[in-house]
């Protein structure tokens, strides 16, 4: 801001002369570019209506991040007074002379921006000009003759109308002189004979009036000075020369600096509100006045044209538009004395402006004019209604304006305004220890406006609210509004449908406005709905619920619908005539578009008969033929389903102190009699269905009953939805631990089931075949996503749809698994829980009546070949164990020789397991870790007996898919285990887990000490199995094998992660011993950590064995070597590269696909992290390191494409030398230990045991002989996803010291992952070392740059120039110094006279290596800037021009390091190098960049 300026308005000293003209033209140049046919044609297709005027269009320019028109209105406040005139000069010959129709919208904030900066000006030059042009064009349209305007007219009137009221928007007093001329022009405008000209009229009229009584900002825009005291920075740091920066201002300044800052208003004056009540009279009284005097002619015969109508409409829009909320409420006759305290915001947007009799009179006349309106004059009655609506809602407009502007505003502000990284860089802030994001000061005067705008609207919305009258009663309510409500509510079930949504909304806008027309309206679109005579709404007599008389003529239209069994998707017969079977769709639509408003769907919900007469008439609609009416009922119930939250049963019970309430039985009672076999269409007894599903639970032992037994029936129904509702309604009645299932209503339910078991003889048979219906085709399945989800909810059915969502309320309450993903069984829909809990509910209900209905067709469905039908298996797997989870399933009943799972669920679940084809064997999996979970809350004995048959070994020369298949078992159980909180903690009552279930926290049970002890002993044998499993080959085998024991470790090791395993103290829970010995073994978590100790040992082993195959060729030259490059990813290959040629591979087959756990972040999808951006230039070099390196051999074709059938477990380990097979066996093992753990989210525990196994996985990284590729690829992978790894400041050391190691091991891959490694290591942990732990990284990367390898070589010089971001001035300046100096005596400068010495021979003191070393370094810090010049690059390109003569390596490196420097600088930066350096020198510089070339 310029402070020499003499003008008073601020600005920067950018030759504002010189380019505001310039930029004016380039914006009136696009907006004439942008008026082009085809681009207005773009622009229709754009808006989606190429049909729709062209002012209606929007171009870029008014889209939310476009900045368009901050950047007007800041150009012309910010302006000189002298620039601002003439910019303002400029626009007003602009608009004056062209015409530019389809970028009105575009122009007009341009008018806006500059009369709003200048009102005295704009009146001026902008708005007196335009409406003399308005009004030469009415003149000349009134001249013509024609009687009508042409379009051309219309346009160009539309054009100039559109500016001039932008124009006024703002202006306030200075609109003053132009009364006469604004009523003259508004006269004629409203006397055009064209719609279009009395809509421009309207147009002009509401923002005339609406700078005369508005409230807004005048300074919004102006410039903020300098503000020490408030946080703003420095000036004379900035901009010295008498110039400062305007600041920010802060969202939490507080004091006296807030004040300084604080905007003026405009506030109308006296002549301003005088000239408003005139154009009130001329414009709104008078109009008000005909239109009641034509509704008196037109009741005594008279004729009048529908335009005439139209225009009185239009006129009294435009001008109650522009009020506002300035025109008083309505007149209430009947409000007494305010006694309470007043509830309602305080503020307004305007002035008061007339008086109450003016609405009460506008309101007599639009409901006169109502009368006389013809029912099909729709275009008529739209505008009457939008005129109705704007009455009734006093305040709507500013919250609409409000609500509009909002939007807007925050794309403003989402590009001006602080960072939260700006907290810290302000240190005045600390202090007081306040800070908020700082923003313009014009966009904080904007939200202070838009925010009170919006008070504004609601006090006027709410202006009646006092502490004895939250919600106004009826008799508050003003006449007039009841009478306008009236005539809405008849409008709502007109034939037209913009006539009917006109009249919904508004009604909608009223019920919220005063809630007690909501019991009076409702009467209304029941019978609509029900296809009942209409009732008259009575607005007198103040009720609270549906009257009973109404309800039971709902109930008997229901039990009439369903005794006519009336067919609901086409029409009865030919005699309906169109013009009743049009009525009856706007009854039905009318009717069903008023109950679908939220506001009366609350108040519905609330009251017993307002929820029976719903369902009534929902029911009642069936009546209905036509296809039209039918849909919109569908609607409305779906809508309903979908704002269903919970039964409203308990809510009205616990409202009327637990009794339901007698309205609610009776519907209960009707709703069972219609939902009987053929009494409806199946449709509407499909929704009787699921209705009853609001009623539950039921109130008494009968209704109990009847309940159940049809539920029961409904669960062996040949519908898919009915099958559904049946399962969870019959799963809600069975639940045992709710306060209602007591008593008689338990006792009921349970008597109900038995004497279904016991009635129908095929029931198990029965349910079983529907069960397996509701399992997906193969290949159907989808990806579990909530895309796909949502897909999939929006291509059901409307009655789906309906179904699905009350049924997933209730499955909330039964959520499970409780952990973050799902088993496979369940993604893949291979075992639904929905299914097992039935299974489950039923037989902790009538438990041996189940075991036996389901025995037999249990046993039958596993007798045969699991793979012969699939869903049936699917469907006996959920079954056997649902009984399996039952605790009654392992009691003996009385009388009998033993329990279910002595006499046959223990033979059956074993054979089931066993013969389990592979493709099955997640579904079994996830069928016993069901029952785990269930039976370790209710039968830990059982639980025990599951998990020992889960445990046992295969027998002796079972095929290796045997083992995989139990590990799936096995894996499945410790995750269930994990989730329930039983690890290695000592705490044999673990603490209770919790659980999200929608918004809220629910408290899950706590599993007995019994459950305890009986999951440690299940873990304590596996974990002394896993050493022996270790040695066997086959990848599938080593893969589901390390997923189990990563899970174990993971569970037992998760609350002390830093204990022996790293070589810490740590302490060691004990654990009790199995019973069958009595004494107590080892300690459980000494176990694990003796566990993790041979994890790391075979790794050691097994890389030490593969090391003598993999040696590294050539590892002694210093020159790259031609050899065969790898067929598959590199080490420093892309991670997502390196995870999907690993991973899609392993999941190519079931026999080798890795398990998917319920990892609490799968690391794979989090790689592409802010490390990767900063180590760009390293990145780019390892990807390609190895590409022209040593030969490793090709990948085996068998292994690459490994076969899921492969029972014999053979893999490429397999063909490897006997003698090592064991060794490499536990290296492929542990590596795949890592990668499991990594990817079900155990890093974190077993972090100290990851840092341990580092070392071997950067050796194993390239593996020679091709039987060990796929081994290479998978130690490649672990590496990918370790990196990834937050490690703690324990292990910080360890990790240091095996990257230390890392640089002089072999091969050199080993050595250029170790450098990878260590990238990510730097940049995500830096702020954890210490400075001697930095300076050993940092030391590490130096030492690598004269590696015996180039490839390590150039990777250390790319990681080095990443570091050296990160470091101190200090150290860069140090380690700067450090390699010039190298370079000054390696390549001392050529003196006159003079030959250059020779290059040192091997084995001098100066070797190639370290030569070429130091040049590396310097080739770090020339790519550290790579776009701008600091001091001492001039020093550094000198050095590398020294070194151009040397042979290779050392020439092609410092040729390749200024050619880059060439590359990412601009011709500035080069400029400034040249000005820096002599012209020998400059030249040198590109002799070396750019060498010459030469064909011949």
């Not at 601020?10 to 009136?28: D, K």
């Not at 009943?893 to 006499?903: L, Q, R, V």
Request: aromatic share 6%; glycine share 6%.
């Amino acid at each position: 801001m310029d402070k020499s300026t003499q003008s008073g308005s601020g600005s920067l000293p950018l030759y504002t002369e010189e380019w505001v003209e310039e930029l004016l033209s380039r914006v009136f140049g696009i907006l004439g570019n942008l008026e082009a046919p085809q681009t207005r044609s773009d622009h229709a297709a754009v808006q989606g209506n190429a049909s729709s005027a062209a002012s209606d269009s929007a171009s870029f320019l008014l889209e939310g991040n476009s900045m368009f028109r901050p950047m007007m209105e800041l150009l012309f406040a910010r302006l000189p007074q002298d620039l601002q005139l003439h910019a303002i000069k400029q626009l007003a010959r602009f608009v004056t002379t062209t015409t530019l129709a389809s970028v009105t919208n575009e122009t007009a904030l341009i008018c806006n921006a500059a009369a709003w900066a200048a009102p005295d000006t704009g009146v001026e030059l902008l708005l007196k000009p335009l409406l003399g042009k308005i009004e030469e064009e009415v003149k000349h349209d009134g001249t013509a003759g024609s009687g009508r305007m042409s379009k051309v007219q219309e346009t160009t009137l539309d054009w100039l109308v559109g500016l001039a009221a932008a124009t006024a928007l703002h202006l306030g007093p200075a609109i003053l002189p132009l009364k006469s001329q604004i009523t003259r022009v508004l006269k004629a405008l409203f006397a055009a004979p064209s719609k279009a000209g009395q809509g421009a009229a309207s147009k002009l009229l509401s923002p005339v009036l609406g700078c005369l009584t508005a409230c807004y900002p005048l300074d919004q825009f102006a410039p903020t000075p300098t503000d020490p005291t408030h946080g703003s920075t420095s000036a004379s740091d900035i901009a010295p020369h008498g110039v400062s920066v305007e600041s920010w201002l802060g969202s939490k300044a507080q004091g006296s600096h807030t004040r300084q800052h604080a905007p003026k208003w405009h506030q109308p004056n006296s002549q301003e509100t005088q000239f408003a009540e005139e154009l009130m009279q001329t414009f709104l009284v008078s109009a008000a006045s005909q239109l009641q005097e034509i509704s008196q002619g037109s009741a005594q015969g008279g004729k009048y044209p529908k335009e005439t109508i139209q225009g009185l409409l239009i006129q009294i829009e435009g001008a109650h538009h522009g009020l506002r909320s300035a025109l008083p409420d309505f007149t209430s006759a009947n409000l007494p004395n305010p006694t309470g305290q007043k509830l309602a915001l305080v503020g307004s947007a305007a002035p008061r402006i007339g008086n109450s009799e003016i609405r009460d009179a506008t309101a007599k006349s639009l409901i006169a004019a109502a009368g006389f309106v013809g029912a099909n004059d729709y275009e008529t009655l739209e505008i009457l209604l939008r005129v109705m609506s704007g009455m009734l809602s006093r305040g709507a407009h500013e919250f609409q304006e409000a609500m509009d502007s909002f939007s807007s505003w925050k794309s403003d502000q989402d590009v001006a305004f602080d960072p939260p990284l700006a907290a810290l860089l302000f240190d005045q802030y600390q202090g007081s220890g306040k800070w908020g994001r700082r923003r313009p000061r014009w966009l904080m005067v904007e939200r202070t406006y838009l925010h009170s705008l919006w008070r504004a609207s609601q006090a006027a919305h709410k202006s009646q609210a006092t502490s004895d009258y939250p919600s106004a009663p009826l008799d508050l309510v003003p006449p007039m509004h009841k009478a306008l409500v009236q005539q809405l509510l008849q409008f709502s079930l007109h034939s037209y449908k913009g006539v009917r949504d006109t009249a919904v909304l508004a009604l909608e806008s009223c019920m919220k406005q005063y809630p007690a027309y909501i019991m009076q309206l409702l009467p209304v679109p029941l019978a609509a709905l029900a296809k009942l005579p209409i009732p008259q709404a009575d607005l007198t007599n103040q009720v609270h619920d549906l009257a009973p008389e109404v309800l039971d003529s709902l109930r008997g239209a229901m039990r009439e619908a369903a005794s006519s069994s009336t067919v609901t998707t086409s029409a009865k017969a030919d005699d309906v005539s169109a013009a009743e079977t049009a009525k009856e769709d706007s009854f039905a639509q009318g009717g069903a578009a008023l109950l679908r408003a939220q506001s009366l769907f609350r108040a519905i919900s609330r009251q017993p008969c307002a929820l029976a007469g719903l369902v009534a008439a929902l029911m009642a609609g069936s009546q209905y033929n036509s296809p039209k009416a039918q849909q919109a009922i569908l609607d409305c119930y779906l809508m309903f389903a979908l704002r269903f939250i919970r039964p409203p049963q308990l809510a009205l019970a616990q409202a009327s102190g637990g009794h339901y309430p007698d309205p609610i039985q009776k519907l209960f009672t009707d709703l069972l009699h219609v939902v009987g076999p053929g009494q409806m269409h199946w449709r509407y007894s499909l929704r009787a269905d699921a209705v009853l599903l609001f009623l539950l639970p039921p109130t008494d032992a009968h209704s109990a009953s009847l309940l159940t037994q049809h539920y029961l029936s409904l669960v062996l129904s040949q519908l898919l939805s009915q099958r559904s509702l049946g399962l969870t309604g019959l799963l809600y009645l069975l639940r045992q631990d709710d306060d209602w299932a007591q008593g008689s209503i338990k006792e009921a339910v349970k008597g109900e089931v038995a004497k279904a078991l016991e009635a129908q003889a095929g029931f198990g048979s029965a349910l079983l075949e529907q069960m397996s219906h509701a399992h997906p085709q193969p290949g159907s399945v989808s990806d579990g996503s909530v895309q796909s989800q949502m897909q999939k909810f929006m291509s059901m059915s409307r009655d789906d749809m309906v179904v699905n969502s009350l049924s997933a309320v209730f499955d909330k309450m039964r959520e499970w698994p409780f952990c973050v993903g799902s088993p496979e069984g369940i993604k893949d829909q291979a075992f639904l829980p929905r299914q097992a809990r039935l299974v489950l509910a039923l037989a902790e209900t009538a438990p041996e009546a189940v075991a036996r209905a389901l025995q037999g067709p249990v046993q039958e469905a596993l007798q045969h070949g699991q793979d012969e039908d699939r869903a049936l298996t699917c469907a006996a797997a959920e079954a056997l164990s649902g009984l399996l989870a039952s605790r009654t399933a392992f009691e003996v009943p009385p009388g009998s020789g033993g329990s279910a799972w002595d006499s046959w669920l223990k033979r059956a679940f074993q054979s089931a397991l066993a013969a389990a084809p592979l493709d099955m064997a997640e579904a079994w999996a996830t069928a016993v870790r069901f029952a785990v979970n269930a039976l370790a809350y209710t039968n830990p004995a059982g639980m025990h007996a599951v998990l020992q048959v889960v445990i046992q070994q295969p027998p002796q020369g079972a095929p290796s898919s045997a083992m995989v298949k139990r590990l799936k078992y096995i894996g499945q159980c410790l995750e269930e285990l994990s989730s329930l909180a039983i690890t290695g903690t000592d705490d044999t009552n673990p603490a209770a887990a919790y659980t999200a279930l929608g918004d809220q926290i629910t408290l899950r049970p706590v599993v007995s000490p019994e459950a305890v002890r009986a999951g440690r002993r299940f873990q304590q044998q596996f974990l002394e199995e896993l050493p022996g499993l270790m040695m066997r080959p086959g990848e599938a085998l080593r893969h589901h094998l390390a997923w189990c024991g990563a899970i174990l470790c993971d569970s037992l090791l998760w609350q002390a992660p830093y204990s022996s395993v790293s070589g810490h103290e740590g302490r060691v829970m004990e654990v009790e011993g199995t019973e069958a010995s009595g004494n107590s073994k080892p300690l459980l978590r000494s176990h694990v950590e003796d566990y993790c100790n041979v994890i790391v040992e075979g790794m050691k082993a097994g890389a030490a064995a593969v090391a003598s195959d993999s040696s590294d060729r050539g590892s002694g030259s210093s020159t790259r070597t031609a050899s065969t490059a790898p067929t598959g990813p590199t080490p420093m290959d892309s991670d997502q590269t390196i995870l999907n040629s690993v991973l899609g591979t392993s999941r190519a087959t079931n026999s080798d696909s890795a398990p998917q756990g319920s990892a609490a972040a799968n690391q794979a999808h989090v790689l592409k992290t802010d490390s990767d951006s900063v180590m760009g230039e390293a990145s780019s070099i390892a990807q390609n390191v190895l590409q022209n390196g040593d030969a490793c051999g090709q990948e085996d074709p068998e292994v690459t494409g490994r076969s899921g059938a492969n029972e014999s477990g053979a893999s490429g380990l397999s063909r490897l030398d006997s003698a090592r097979e064991e060794e490499v066996a536990q290296l492929g093992f542990a590596v795949q230990f890592v990668v499991q753990g990594l990817r079900n989210g155990a890093g974190p525990s077993l972090m100290p045991l990851l840092v341990r196994l580092l070392p071997y996985l950067l050796k194993t990284q390239e593996l020679q002989t091709p039987e060990l590729q796929p081994l290479s690829m998978e130690s490649k992978a672990a590496l990918a996803l370790l990196k990834y790894l937050p490690l703690t400041p324990q292990v910080i050391p360890q990790v240091i010291e095996t990257l230390s190691t890392s640089s002089h091991i072999e091969p050199w891959a080993a050595r250029a992952a170790g450098l990878v490694f260590a990238q990510y290591f730097w940049f995500r942990h830096c702020f954890l070392l210490t400075a001697h732990q930095g300076e050993a990284v940092q030391q590490l990367v130096v030492g690598m740059l004269s590696d015996r390898k180039l490839e390590v070589q150039d990777l250390a010089a790319a990681s080095l120039s990443g570091l050296l971001k990160g470091t101190t001035p200090a150290q860069f300046e140090q380690l700067r110094q450090h390699f010039l100096q190298k370079v000054d005596h390696m390549f001392p400068a050529k003196q006159r006279g003079k030959r250059p010495s020779l290059p040192p021979q091997k084995g001098s003191a100066s070797s190639v290596n370290e030569r070429h070393a130091a040049l590396l370094g310097l080739r770090a810090f020339v790519l550290t800037s790579p776009y701008d010049v600091p001091a001492w690059l001039t020093d550094v390109l000198m050095a590398l021009v020294r070194a151009a003569a040397e042979p290779a390596p050392i020439k092609k490196t410092v040729r390749n390091t200024l050619g880059e420097f060439r590359r990412t600088h601009e011709e500035a930066g080069l400029a400034e190098v040249k000005r820096l350096l002599t012209s020998d020198q400059w030249d040198a510089v590109q002799d070396v960049s750019s060498p010459a070339t030469y064909f011949v």
